[in-house]
């Protein structure tokens, strides 16, 4: 992430200069975000108010490999309402953990004042049912119920996935709109 100083909200930093608020479009042409739509994102909810896309290996990329958004889905705008960023580190979950110690050290330091630090542990991730795969995770919580995450997932063999690191900034109305 790039922070543009001390922040007091998570629509101040950037992820690959990319922030909350800002229109996709801004980014990606129209056609790169339909083409990038997550087919089968939020297909539990009855409500679908927001959707999201998945864009791996862009050009513009500096310092990621995927991003994720999400967006209101009547929006022609693409108003970004959470942005993740990953990070890959095939077979060596220990170099996730260390990045991800190293930005929430960051973190911490720049939200100091401004959210509360809650150190989520390690948990097994709900998308494996052999309950081999683990997330570890740190979120900070603002006043506003925003929240910006940090989280390493150790995928088990079973999956076929690449451990990766997750660094996402989301607002509070898509929170509360997912836990309904």
Request: glycine share 2%; aromatic share 12%.
């Amino acid at each position: 992430f790039q922070s543009l100083a001390k922040a007091d909200d998570i629509s101040d930093f950037q992820i690959e200069g990319m922030s909350i608020g800002d229109s996709l479009l801004n980014f990606f042409t129209e056609d790169e975000i339909k083409k990038n739509k997550r087919k089968n994102a939020y297909r539990w909810k009855k409500n679908r108010k927001f959707t999201s896309i998945e864009i791996r290996h862009h050009p513009s990329f500096k310092i990621y490999d995927a991003i994720q958004a999400s967006y209101k889905k009547n929006d022609k705008e693409f108003k970004i309402y959470t942005i993740s960023a990953f990070l890959k580190f095939p077979d060596n979950v220990e170099k996730c953990y260390k990045k991800k110690d190293e930005i929430v050290k960051e973190l911490s330091k720049i939200f100091k004042d401004v959210a509360t630090k809650i150190n989520n542990g390690t948990k097994k991730h709900s998308s494996d049912d052999s309950g081999k795969s683990m997330q570890t995770s740190v979120k900070f919580q603002f006043d506003s119920s925003d929240i910006v995450r940090v989280t390493c997932t150790d995928w088990s063999k079973k999956m076929s996935w690449v451990d990766n690191l997750r660094v996402e900034f989301v607002k509070r109305e898509y929170l509360h709109w997912r836990k309904r």
